[in-house]
């Protein structure tokens, strides 16, 4: 057991990495055994399946079921490690190229090796004390964020920069918690108070997670005004003009106005100039959710895709999407970063001070929190801006070519025009009935699942009917990985309509 | 740049673990480097210093403002490590085991493996199709842990279970969340409407998440109202009892009384079944933040502590503290999980459904997710509940000498009566007037710090005055650890109190 002074020990050897070296072949044997099992699975994901299969996924749950038990006693790591290989075989495999369902990817190996060194280093974002290196840099990362989306433009007597949190959701939640905070001063003393109901506004086809902070913050998921879109699911700005208007003939109080940079299901970008015009006319908070989409700030070639977010008063930006940093990694980014100070601020009085670098803890939702600045920064470093530009162009240019194979085919229907990087299309033939063609692309989805060259599109519900979505992220995803998308596309059709 | 399909790329080589592994050898080269980086800074931790010194830590903010700049071009891998190298040095040094000033402590092998492994693999715990495994995993082994807290047996009609989220923060949150929306029906309509101000009760030592919470929630900061406590730092049931009668006749609405297992300044234990008898006799929420302490539920000698809590309708349990799995790493827990589905839920319309399993992102305030519950099973079969129940045993041994070692000295005072495996304590001698002992304790903080054998205790602020906190949860601090301590504090006596 080494020097690990337990009496009666039921502990495996390698239980810890003793910090003083004593069980150190043990845990280098372990450790550069999972670094084999992974470069073994990861570099073979090509040949791998995408999704278990449906007789996979019953006998995971059986082997969930099995496996959920807390032993009593430690089962040996090589056993573990057998386990976990079968558990990698039966995961989401994102990194296949054929892999272009949903915004997940490939992370980049600077991910990895972060949150590889993070694990064994333990630091904690809670405080600077529990995380000297990672509490100062990760305020400076997120100041060259904020301006790279030109958020310390627009005045230059206040600081822009940011947090990160473990999720989009979060980043939305405290933007909304710290506007609402702001709009009625309720810090302390809440919005029970009110006479009139707080609202925001926010595209009918927005993430989710904006009903969800009305929800959490008191608000009611009702308060997430919905605002109607255009053919190619963008805000439609009269429709804007005219719920505001009603909300505030009906009493409500509008705090916020919320656009999308990239929505879930067709990765559509909000009119941001004309949403923040209407903002700054109203005195409202303006917010973008720009979890996806803000990663084309990168390319010079597509970052004016995203004018008028510099007028934002607070940018949600996840790097997990396409950047391609682990999950999770995302900001929170304020032209004022300082509202922190004085509309989200609860201090902790255990915890030290240090009059230059601030207790992260205190300052977002979350207390203990993971350092992912070290994957972002460590990933931005590795890759630099112009690696960045190159696979977004790559991207957009795949996404070109996807869209013009769904144009020149008759039977096939664009959701709306792509903007960045995602092509949401169904097969709309006009021999079958349209009330059979959720079922048939429900077919064709499975289809392509299991052709020879295998391909995983989503299949998410747009304007009450079944789409395909593909996401032209994975940057093995290549021209190829099209042309055969569509053979087989085009073999389904042969087979099924006629 | 092997089978990756761009044009004119300016990414390096190792960017991603190519999917059909034409960079093998570089990428499997680059992580066994930082697995032997890993080992050889892990393994000697108990040679390296426990803090950066304050010269270190000036270098450090100098360092981060110049490192911050996110550069144009690649930077070589190998540059990347040797700076990461130097931030492992700048960094908390938990694994040491004279670093026993915070609940944060040397992780588990396993939590490192699985952290390494996940990153690989970018499951998303978002929804069962993005993370097959993981999501059947998750609700199985909390089912598991819910009924190690007994949170089964008060009524055999509902299913005990409950979320992992990430951290103990997010998890009051969404517990208080829930318990608000049970109450008033608030999910879709809020609290504005309200005519009385909904409040909860909590110890005046609580978490600061809980004002946070309050804050978020729309309740305001003040709606967590304050309990006073007795010596040991617990809640005063006489308290409890006049301030939710106060509350109700100045015309506020309680709805929780929330209880701590293991408060963060004295590790205290409020006491749970008398305040599990004022929540039903008055129909309120019981919520037990047992962030901490809920890992006793592991130790059969010790788990007595925790009587009262299967008597909770919530538990905030976090395994990132004393069951040593990296960070974060945090669950909440209900006697009913079906509470979720019915006071939480936000559906998203985009997601596939399963009719077995849940998408755990519409059951959590995250929608994305790092599936944390990898490195949460994989240790918990390695350690096995003996293991676990071996380090408790321990630490709370070590605590007794602890303890004894300060009540046998007359210049030492406890903060309270330990009862788990904290000691606050501070330097108090009758020869010093009483103003001068905060700073007195400062100074011995960092003599201990800079001592031969390097102790790092935290200072936190607790009854407006300074302590010194000592948490015994390093695996690897032992009876000479404190041995140590007291001969250097002894000494320290002798230099500065005469």
Redesign the interface.
């Known amino acids: 057991m080494g020097?690990?002074?337990?009496?009666?020990?039921?502990?495996?050897l390698?239980?810890?990495?003793?910090?003083?070296?004593h069980n150190?072949f043990e845990?280098?044997a372990?450790?550069?055994q999972?670094?084999a099992?992974?470069?073994e699975?990861?570099?073979?994901?090509?040949?791998r399946s995408l999704?278990?299969d449906p007789m996979?996924?019953q006998q995971?749950?059986q082997w969930?079921?099995q496996?959920?038990?807390?032993?009593?006693?430690?089962?040996a790591?090589d056993v573990?490690?057998d386990v976990?290989r079968s558990?990698?075989h039966?995961?989401?495999n994102?990194?296949?190229?054929g892999y272009i369902g949903?915004m997940?990817?490939?992370?980049?190996?600077?991910?990895?090796?972060a949150?590889?060194?993070?694990?064994?280093?333990?630091?904690?974002m809670l405080s600077v004390?529990?995380?000297?290196?990672?509490s100062?840099?990760e305020p400076?990362?997120m100041?060259?964020?904020a301006a790279?989306f030109g958020l310390d433009l627009a005045d230059r007597d206040v600081m822009a920069g940011g947090v990160m949190v473990?999720?989009?959701?979060?980043a939305n939640?405290q933007a909304l918690?710290v506007a609402?905070?702001m709009a009625f001063d309720?810090?302390?003393?809440?919005?029970?108070?009110?006479s009139?109901?707080?609202v925001f506004f926010v595209s009918e086809v927005a993430?989710?997670?904006m009903?969800?902070a009305?929800?959490?913050?008191?608000?009611?998921?009702?308060?997430a005004i919905a605002l109607r879109t255009n053919t190619n699911a963008q805000v439609d700005i009269h429709d804007l003009k005219v719920k505001l208007s009603q909300a505030e003939q009906s009493g409500q109080k509008p705090f916020a106005i919320v656009a999308t940079a990239g929505t879930?299901?067709t990765g559509s970008i909000d009119p941001l100039a004309e949403m923040a015009d209407v903002a700054q006319a109203n005195n409202l908070w303006f917010h973008v959710d720009a979890a996806y989409g803000g990663a084309l700030i990168f390319s010079p070639a597509h970052r004016h895709l995203l004018a008028g977010i510099d007028r934002a008063d607070s940018v949600t930006f996840?790097p997990?999407k396409w950047l391609?940093i682990?999950?999770?990694c995302?900001t929170l980014l304020f032209k004022n970063v300082d509202v922190l100070q004085r509309h989200?601020r609860?201090?902790?009085?255990?915890?030290?001070d240090d009059s230059?670098?601030s207790n992260l803890g205190?300052l977002t939702?979350?207390?203990?929190?993971?350092p992912d600045i070290?994957?972002l920064?460590?990933s931005?470093?590795?890759?630099?801006?112009?690696?960045y530009?190159?696979?977004i162009t790559?991207n957009i240019a795949l996404t070109a070519q996807f869209t013009e194979a769904v144009r020149s085919r008759p039977y096939l229907q664009l959701a709306s025009e792509p903007q960045t990087n995602l092509v949401c299309f169904r097969l709309a033939p006009k021999q079958i009935a349209a009330e059979a063609w959720d079922h048939l692309n429900e077919q064709l989805q499975q289809y392509l699942l299991a052709a020879k060259s295998p391909v995983f599109l989503?299949?998410?519900?747009?304007r009450h009917q079944r789409w395909l979505k593909a996401v032209l992220l994975n940057?093995?995803s290549?021209?190829t990985t099209i042309e055969h998308l569509f053979e087989q596309l085009d073999a389904f059709v042969q087979e099924h309509v006629s």
């Open positions: 020097a690990l002074p337990l009496d009666n020990s039921h502990l495996p390698s239980a810890f990495i003793d910090p003083a070296g150190r845990v280098e372990l450790l550069h999972t670094v099992l992974l470069v699975e990861m570099t073979r994901a090509s040949a999704l278990p996979g996924a995971l749950s969930a079921q496996w959920a038990k807390i032993p009593e006693q430690s089962v790591a573990l490690l976990v558990q990698l039966h995961s989401m994102a990194a296949h190229p949903h997940d990817s490939i992370p980049t190996t600077m991910s990895i090796i949150d590889l060194l993070v694990a064994a280093l333990n630091n904690n004390e529990m995380s000297p290196v990672f100062r840099l400076l990362v100041q060259q964020l790279h473990s999720g989009g959701s979060l939640l918690t609402r905070n309720a810090l302390a003393t809440g919005i029970v108070k009110l009139q109901q707080p993430h989710t997670s009903q969800k009305a929800m959490v913050m008191g608000l009611g998921a009702q308060a879930t299901v996840n997990q391609y682990t999950k999770t995302a989200f609860i201090s902790a009085p255990y915890m030290g230059q670098w205190e939702l979350q207390g203990t929190r993971h070290l994957k920064w460590l931005l470093q590795h890759l630099g801006q112009a690696g530009a190159d696979i790559h989503s299949l998410p519900t747009y940057p093995y290549c021209t």
